[in-house]
């Protein structure tokens, strides 16, 4: 069986799986981290990726799981990365950590403070 690759941004990190490998788990490959508490169970909604509209072919339809954890935001391109397995090759968008981008926010602002 052929493997796909696929592509990580804003890392900018590719791995090769097969078929049928959940993004979670092809992250993990590529030491990409996407943060999950559930075990991979669609239970914690940490795991949320993007697809861009034109990368909707190279993951599988969203799961049950998914469209009633994530409702509309499946229309705009976001999936589980426990739930969604590669089925093509294409780019996942990893959204930063709500923490780290709060906590990049305030180091911002501070440095932006002390210029003047």
């Known amino acids: 069986m052929e493997k796909i690759v696929v592509n990580f941004q804003p890392m900018d990190k590719s791995v090769k799986v097969r078929p049928g ?53 499946i229309e705009q391109g976001y999936r589980l990365a426990c739930q969604a397995k590669i089925c093509g090759q294409g780019v996942v968008r990893v959204p930063e950590d709500p923490l780290k981008a709060a906590i990049r926010k305030q180091l911002e602002q501070q440095q932006d403070d002390s210029l003047w």
Not at 25 to 53: D, F, N, Q, W, Y
């Open 21 to 73: 490998t959940t993004v979670l788990r092809a992250a993990r490959e590529a030491k990409v981290p996407i943060s999950t508490r559930c075990g991979g169970k669609a239970g914690c909604l940490m795991c949320k990726i993007l697809l861009e509209p034109d990368q909707a072919a190279a993951l599988t339809s969203p799961t049950e799981a998914e469209r009633r954890k994530l409702g509309y935001q």
